[in-house]
């Protein structure tokens, strides 16, 4: 009998695995959906529903299973959002928590570089007046008694602190107040709040305010947020020595 002869093109074609446009892996916390950010959103949503049509994913019966969808970089619209959505979890006891992106919109974009930014002021907050930065905020001036001081970052005083302070007004627990005299008669980081008595005793130089692991705060020198909070030095590594 007579072989046929194969070129090795072809067996190269054979061997070579049809590309996956959707990955699914199990987690201890559920199962993460990834999505090949380079082909068509209309073979994602044929590649998607072709899969999920498997008996291994028909089950409705028992609790939820959490899904967290990597879109990768790719750009999802709401309503396409809404129709994997629907795609993942009709008839399935699949819901999704998260669709997570690389890419970012022009807002998430703005609200990173507010956040991260150091707006310097220099000025006197005086009683009745509130001042609300985003990011941290550098003040060369006093805060008065009466008066308030918010920012969604750090707050550093280059001054008397004798007002009211709120760093990380978004729940960031990270953020510290520091000032050259601190004599608050309120500080709040996050969602802590510390009440202060109005005594000249209580004054201190050169002095931090921080929450420790279990939300309380802790005050003194600031020469200690050096091992509390090592990552307050952002550009340290571009210093020329």
Known sequence: MRATKVSEAEVNTTMVSKKQNVTIKGTKEGLIFILDDSCSYESLLEELAEKLSSKHYQQADGPDVSVKVDMGYRYLQEHQQAELEDIISEGRNLAVDQFESRVLSKEESEKIRQDSQTVTLMRIIR????????????????????????????IYVMGALRGIAHAGFEGNARS?????????????????????????SNEQIMASAFLDEDNSFQLGRVQQLIQSHPELAKNETKLLV
């Open 176 to 200: 510290v107040i520091s000032a050259s005299l601190l004599a608050p008669s309120q500080l709040r980081i996050a969602e802590e709040i510390m009440h202060f008595e109005s005594e000249k």
């Open 127 to 154: 009683s009745g007046q509130v001042l609300k930065i985003n990011g941290d905020v550098l003040l060369i001036g006093d805060v008065n008694p009466g008066g308030t001081l918010i920012a969604n970052g750090n």
